[in-house]
């Protein structure tokens, strides 16, 4: 219940940090490469474009980087239990 947890924990805040970032670089990418803003098509290529890229890729890495780390703890604290013996 743990791993699921944090692991959706994760993809909550990697959906977040990831869309942010995603917004970051679309402002780069239309300051750098002068990208039209006639009828909003800047402002169209972050918002559909970047910001839902960045969504995906940081909400996988979070659910991934947490999960993982739920996964180990749970094996850190089973590796614990046993007696010095049972190695």
Known sequence: ?????LALAG???GVVGGATIGIGLGLAWIEMF?????????GMLVFFTFMPLGALV???AG????GMAAFRDQEVAVARQRTPHEY
């Open 11 to 13: 993809l909550v805040m």
């Open 1 to 5: 219940m743990k791993i699921a947890f």
């Open 63 to 66: 659910a991934t980087l947490f």
């Open 58 to 60: 940081g909400g996988l």
């Open 34 to 42: 002068n990208t039209s803003e006639f009828e909003g098509y800047a």
